[in-house]
């Protein structure tokens, strides 16, 4: 389907150990690999895949860098089926994940863990994809309907829900018509005004596109921000960003 979330990316600073780790507690397999003189991308998920469920791209620069976590991305959100979510979490504890937020201090009705980056990893409660299928992506928005508004102008995404507290707002995204099993985008809006560093250690979201061309078109049409075109990319992808300035990458994908 044109305009679901493909992958998230997020960078590694030892390709090894966080290949280990999703493979390894997330069950996760090796779904394809791009090999560059100066980077590795590999693109991560679960063996059984809905045909519009997102997968995971760790990042490695061959240069050793390391990178700041910063606070405008949140995590990402792994399912796991209702019943399932504190044997789940024992799971991890027993295979020596580090314990951050168990599910009796989350009510019971999520978890989280880190990965060996220390991106947070939000443990859900689906009854719908495969157990660890990514279930969303979190990022956070100074303007909540100017956050809203991008999402539904420029890719004619909706809700799917909403959760108002106190304090913030979170705000579930996709395109009309998208599979339950498909990545949501939350847009997470804290009430207080506060301002958020991007940092680098997440990279972008991934919209698929059936035409690369005439997405890139409509996106312009509708006034989104031209940052990386699809001819400087060699018409294989192209980017933009949101008014918050997280990269939303605009992918035509290939069998090859």
């Not at 829900?161 to 997470?188: C, I, Q």
């Amino acid at each position: 389907m044109s305009g679901v979330l493909d992958h998230v990316m997020l960078r590694v600073e030892d390709l090894d150990e966080s290949l280990d780790w999703y493979k390894t507690h997330l069950d996760y397999e090796e779904k394809g690999r791009w090999e560059a003189d100066t980077f590795t991308n590999v693109y991560l998920g679960p063996e059984e895949m809905h045909e519009e469920g997102a997968m995971l791209e760790l990042t490695y620069n061959h240069d050793d860098r390391s990178y700041e976590m910063g606070d405008a991305w949140g995590h990402i959100a792994v399912r796991v089926p209702e019943d399932e979510l504190e044997s789940s979490y024992q799971q991890l504890m027993d295979e020596g994940v580090e314990d951050y937020r168990d599910p009796e201090s989350c009510g019971g009705r999520y978890a989280f863990v880190k990965d060996p980056d220390g991106h947070e990893v939000e443990i859900v409660k689906r009854n719908h994809g495969s157990k660890w299928s990514l279930d969303h992506t979190m990022i956070r928005v100074e303007d909540a309907d100017e956050a809203l508004g991008f999402w539904t102008r420029k890719f004619e995404y909706e809700h799917t829900g909403r959760w108002e507290s106190d304090t913030f707002a979170n705000y579930f995204m996709k395109p009309e018509g998208a599979a339950e099993e498909a990545m949501a985008v939350e847009l997470t809006y804290n009430y207080d005004g506060r301002t958020y560093d991007m940092g680098d250690a997440w990279g972008h979201l991934c919209v698929r596109a059936d035409d690369l061309g005439e997405y890139w078109e409509t996106l312009l049409e509708r006034d989104a921000e031209e940052y990386r075109d699809p001819e400087s990319c060699d018409n294989r992808y192209a980017f933009t960003k949101d008014q918050d300035g997280h990269e939303i990458e605009i992918l035509e994908p290939t069998d090859n």
